[in-house]
């Protein structure tokens, strides 16, 4: 990661997040969330959110096994 990158924040299907260049484009899987800025911006942002780093799939398993 350079600190001349803009980045922009990517959240998959599981819910997990990531940073990319803002001007490359998106691979699949991904959608942006809206954040972009530094890396370090979009780094705090991700710890913001990003409060559970299991994957939605395993979450919703484990939700489902308790219930």
Known sequence: MDENTRYQVLRNDE???SLWPADIEVPAGWQP???EGTEAECSGYVDEVWTDMR?????????????
């Open 15 to 17: 819910e997990q997040y």
């Open 33 to 35: 969330v809206g954040k």
């Open 55 to 67: 994957p939605k799939s395993l979450r919703e398993r484990m939700e489902n096994a308790g219930a």
